[in-house]
C-alpha cells in the first residue's frame, strides 16, 4: 500500500506543478476526431493491428533505398550514409532539395544522441562542440514540447496555447525515445487524445526512468507502416486561419522539413528537406513528406519535427567546408538564387551522432 500510495504523489505530484505554473489557463480542448484506437509504445518491430490487414502491410519486409535521376548516394563512414536529392520530385511533381543521412543503428560504433541548450546554438557549433558527424535540429519551441535528456526532464510546456496566438497546443502528437546509445523507439500514444491528453501523456512518459531521452513533436507521419501523416489534417480540421493553426501549418503551407525515422532493418533517417524557393525548392506538407519517405525508403516509423527556418543538417566532411552545413536554411541570402549555406537559425534541442 505504501510502495502505491508513494508511486501515484511521485506521477501526480510534477503534473500538478506543470498545471499550476503555466502562463495561460487550460481550457477546456475538444479532442480531435479519433484515428483508431489508441497506440502505445512503440519500437522495433512494432505490434500490428491484430489478425486485421491494411494495404501498408504489403510494405513490411521490403527495404528500400532511393536511386535514379536527381538522387546521389555517399558512404560517410561505414555503416553510414548520405544520400542528396535536387530536382522535380515524383512524388510531389514539384522542385525539392532533400537531404537524408542513413545510420545503421546495428553498428555498434556509432551513438545516436540528444541535446538541449538552454540558450539555444546552431546545428554547426553543436557538431564542433560535440565532435559528431552528423548533427540535425530537432524540436519545437521548448514551451510547447515535452523534453527528457540524460534522464533529466530538461523542460515541461507551461503553455496549453502555442505562445501568443491562442491556438491550442497541438504539437505532441507523437515521440521519439533514445537510451543514449543504438537504441531507438518511436511512441504514438497521443494518437486521438485531446491536445492536453497528449501533453500529460509524454509528461507522463518523461518521468519513466525507462526513458533517459525523449522529445514530442508532431505530426507522426509514419507509425509501424501506417501513413498516419496522409490523415493529420482530417484528425486536425481548421479552426482559424492563423499560422499556428495546425491544418494551416501542415497542410495549406509547403515549408522545410525537419523529420527523424527509421526502418525496419534498424536503420536511422535523418531527413532535411528545403522550401520556401519555388524554383529550387518548394518544400511539403506533411501529407507530401509522409509519401516521400514511403515510396523512397519505406519507413516504418516517422515523425516531424521543426521545420521552416530551423532545419539544418551537418554532416561530416559535405556541404560548407567550414560548417559541414548540407542544406540552404531559409534564412540564408540566396535572393540571387546563388547557393549558400550560412543563415542557421539558433535552437534548443539537437540529435546528432557521435563515433564511440
Known amino acids: 500500500?505504501?510502495?502505491?500510495?508513494?508511486?501515484?504523489?511521485?506521477?501526480?505530484?510534477?503534473?500538478?506543478?506543470?498545471?499550476?505554473?503555466?502562463?495561460?489557463?487550460?481550457?477546456?480542448?475538444?479532442?480531435?476526431?479519433?484515428?483508431?484506437?489508441?497506440?502505445?509504445?512503440?519500437?522495433?518491430?512494432?505490434?500490428?493491428?491484430?489478425?486485421?490487414?491494411?494495404?501498408?502491410?504489403?510494405?513490411?519486409?521490403?527495404?528500400?533505398?532511393?536511386?535514379?535521376?536527381?538522387?546521389?548516394?555517399?558512404?560517410?563512414?561505414?555503416?553510414?550514409?548520405?544520400?542528396?536529392?535536387?530536382?522535380?520530385?515524383?512524388?510531389?511533381?514539384?522542385?525539392?532539395?532533400?537531404?537524408?543521412?542513413?545510420?545503421?543503428?546495428?553498428?555498434?560504433?556509432?551513438?545516436?544522441?540528444?541535446?538541449?541548450?538552454?540558450?539555444?546554438?546552431?546545428?554547426?557549433?553543436?557538431?564542433?562542440?560535440?565532435?559528431?558527424?552528423?548533427?540535425?535540429?530537432?524540436?519545437?519551441?521548448?514551451?510547447?514540447?515535452?523534453?527528457?535528456?540524460?534522464?533529466r526532464t530538461a523542460f515541461m510546456m507551461p503553455n496549453s496555447t502555442i505562445g501568443t496566438t491562442g491556438v491550442p497546443n497541438w504539437k505532441n502528437e507523437g515521440c521519439v525515445i533514445l537510451d543514449g546509445t543504438r537504441d531507438v523507439r518511436f511512441d504514438y500514444t497521443g494518437k486521438g487524445l485531446s491536445y492536453l491528453d497528449q501533453q500529460k501523456a509524454y509528461m507522463k512518459l518523461a518521468q519513466d526512468s525507462r526513458n533517459p531521452n525523449l522529445l514530442s513533436s508532431a505530426p507522426m507521419l509514419i507509425y509501424d507502416y501506417e501513413p498516419v501523416g496522409e490523415t493529420f489534417i482530417t484528425r486536425y480540421p481548421k479552426a482559424s486561419g492563423n499560422s499556428e493553426d495546425p491544418y494551416v501549418h501542415q497542410s495549406t503551407n509547403t515549408h522545410p522539413r525537419t523529420v527523424i525515422a527509421k526502418n525496419e532493418f534498424n536503420h536511422l533517417l535523418l531527413v532535411v528537406i528545403d522550401g520556401r524557393r519555388p524554383s529550387v525548392s518548394r518544400g511539403m506538407s506533411a501529407k507530401e513528406v509522409t509519401q516521400f519517405l514511403v515510396t523512397n525508403f519505406n519507413a516504418q516509423y516517422a515523425l516531424n519535427l521543426d521545420g521552416g527556418g530551423s532545419s539544418t543538417m551537418c554532416v561530416q566532411g559535405q556541404g560548407d567546408p567550414s560548417t559541414h552545413v548540407v542544406n540552404y536554411p531559409t534564412d540564408s541570402d540566396e535572393v540571387k538564387n546563388v547557393p549558400d549555406h550560412t543563415g542557421e537559425r539558433s535552437v534548443p534541442t539537437f540529435f546528432y551522432v557521435v563515433k564511440n
Open 1 to 151: 500500500m505504501k510502495r502505491k500510495l508513494f508511486y501515484l504523489i511521485a506521477v501526480s505530484i510534477p503534473l500538478l506543478v506543470w498545471s499550476c505554473g503555466g502562463k495561460d489557463p487550460l481550457p477546456d480542448l475538444i479532442p480531435p476526431p479519433s484515428g483508431g484506437e489508441q497506440g502505445g509504445q512503440g519500437g522495433q518491430g512494432g505490434e500490428g493491428g491484430g489478425t486485421e490487414t491494411h494495404p501498408w502491410d504489403a510494405n513490411r519486409g521490403k527495404e528500400v533505398y532511393p536511386s535514379g535521376t536527381g538522387w546521389t548516394s555517399t558512404a560517410i563512414e561505414d555503416g553510414i550514409r548520405y544520400f542528396t536529392f535536387s530536382g522535380t520530385d515524383p512524388v510531389t511533381k514539384s522542385p525539392q532539395r532533400v537531404f537524408v543521412t542513413d545510420v545503421d543503428l546495428s553498428n555498434k560504433d556509432y551513438s545516436v544522441k540528444l541535446a538541449l541548450y538552454d540558450n539555444r546554438s546552431t546545428a554547426s557549433a553543436v557538431m564542433k562542440d560535440k565532435k559528431a558527424i552528423v548533427t540535425m535540429n530537432a524540436g519545437y519551441e521548448r514551451e510547447s514540447i515535452v523534453i527528457r535528456v540524460d534522464g
